[in-house]
């Protein structure tokens, strides 16, 4: 059987993706702008009010001046989705994209924020890589590329449980807030919060962090999950933790949920906080 | 916004109140995780801290680097928790400022009560804004450690709150709710 195989060099991944690097570092996206102008309009604490106007303003000068919106430029995730019909020509995928990854990072006065041994070294590798990567297969003869470039004051307060199912939607809506007030202000709200239902301890946790790549007005295709997300959300403002933790209206930007079928005797559930320096991109090479 | 000249003597320490916005003038040291850790242990070993702590202010901060002669790269402050296992230490040692974001433990808290110390929070996640604001970087040391370096900077108008006043008031428990607690 002859199979026409769509050939795609891997140097396209690491020129995309060091592209990417620099721009999600230096450009926020505009939902996320304009998010902050929202809340800034709406906000009645002062110092909240302030500190609002600081992140619009800083948003700007990061664009003009081309210097990184966060000095945290973050650890670089990312997921390769690739048709089943590509072969990919010269070289290794994974390496293609740490040397994107490397490039971009290096080239562009991004901070290197890795270090090879978690526990006991902790040197830094100077490349920021490695980065973590998902590959997954799909139809067709074309490769998307997404990358995130997460910040770990936000990363270190998301959190993982497994629920059972008799927990059900107060469960889950329990384990959000308690997420939420450990977070804090340490974790630079306002937040985005991503949650996973479903799957398996280690899958859930993935689920949460692909919630983060959807845009802030992209809700959930299932309406009881779009509803979840909402009252998610009017829950999270509720809370008062506000922006920098000041106590004003916008704890969260918004909260995006994935679910995925799972056992029979489980409903873990991940919630992956991310500061409001949500930075991701997508790229697409046919 | 009241403007204050670095280093401060304990009666200007002492006006101030947690939530007051400050633009602080002078010179401040940055430090962070691993930096922290190598002067912790350098006091273990009976060494000296690499610059003078006496009167001094840290900075938690691990910058991105600096490019077409600019003093500085992004710059924001990053969660000053995981430096409170050895902040005590140092306030004991002199240090009176810290600039950083987020909550501090009790016995952080206890220390800047005792000596009449100041936890300074500053925006995260505004690093290129607050990069405007820091005119002058030296190495002072650890400079394997990259972005964690101890390195000395010069701020001019550098935008922040009182977060911990000497009396122990705490700018994110100034309402009644107090979320955040950890």
């Given amino acids: 059987m002859i199979v026409d195989m769509k050939e795609i060099s891997v140097k396209k991944i690491e020129d995309a993706i060091a592209s990417m690097c620099r721009d999600i570092a230096v450009t926020a996206s505009p939902d996320i702008v304009s998010a902050f102008e929202k809340a800034a309009n709406a906000e009645t604490n002062e110092k909240s009010k302030a500190v609002l106007d600081i992140l619009i303003d800083n948003a700007r000068i990061a664009k003009e001046e081309n210097i990184p919106i966060c000095q945290d430029t973050g650890m670089a995730i990312v997921w390769i989705k690739a048709g089943q019909e590509v072969h990919f020509t010269d070289g290794l995928v994974n390496e293609a994209v740490n040397r994107g990854v490397e490039r971009g990072y290096t080239e562009n006065y991004l901070r290197a924020s890795v270090v090879d041994d978690p526990l006991y070294e902790r040197k830094n590798t100077k490349t920021n890589t490695p980065a973590v990567i998902y590959t997954e297969l799909t139809e067709g003869d074309r490769v998307e590329i997404e990358i995130m470039a997460k910040g770990f004051g936000s990363e270190n307060k998301s959190a993982l449980k497994m629920l059972t199912p008799a927990d059900g939607e107060e469960g889950v809506i329990e384990f959000v807030k308690d997420t939420l007030l450990k977070a804090g202000p340490n974790a630079c709200p306002p937040f985005v919060i991503g949650v996973g239902i479903g799957g398996t301890f280690d899958s859930c946790a993935v689920l949460s962090k692909k919630a983060l790549l959807r845009k802030l007005d992209e809700h959930n295709p299932d309406a009881r999950y779009a509803a979840l997300e909402e009252k998610l959300l009017t829950m999270a403002n509720e809370l008062k933790i506000g922006p920098m933790g000041f106590h004003g209206r916008t704890t969260a930007l918004a909260i995006k949920v994935e679910n995925e079928p799972t056992h029979i005797a489980g409903m873990p559930v991940a919630v992956n906080v991310c500061c409001h320096v949500c930075r991701h991109a997508k790229a697409v090479i046919e | ?182």
């Fill in chain 2, 1 to 182: 916004m009241r403007r204050l000249n670095l280093p401060l003597s304990e009666e200007e320490r002492m006006s101030l109140k947690a939530g007051d916005a400050v633009l602080l003038c002078g010179e401040i040291y940055t430090a962070r995780d691993a930096a922290h850790k190598k002067m912790h242990e350098a006091l273990a070993r009976g060494e000296e801290l690499p610059f003078n702590i006496e009167n001094a202010v840290i900075y938690y901060v691990g910058p991105t680097p600096a490019h077409g002669g600019l003093a500085i790269g992004s710059a924001g402050p990053t969660t000053s928790g995981r430096m409170d296992p050895y902040t005590p230490e140092l306030i004991e040692l002199g240090l009176r400022g810290m600039i950083g974001k987020g909550r501090r433990n009790e016995a952080v808290k206890e220390a800047v009560k005792k000596y009449k110390a100041v936890y300074f929070v500053a925006v995260g996640g505004a690093g290129a804004l607050l990069s405007h604001s820091i005119i002058k970087r030296e190495p002072v040391a650890y400079e394997e450690l990259l972005a964690e370096a101890v390195t000395k900077l010069t701020v001019k108008d550098f935008p922040c709150f009182v977060g911990i006043d000497c009396e122990g008031n705490d700018i994110y428990d100034l309402d009644e709710r107090v979320p955040g607690r950890d």
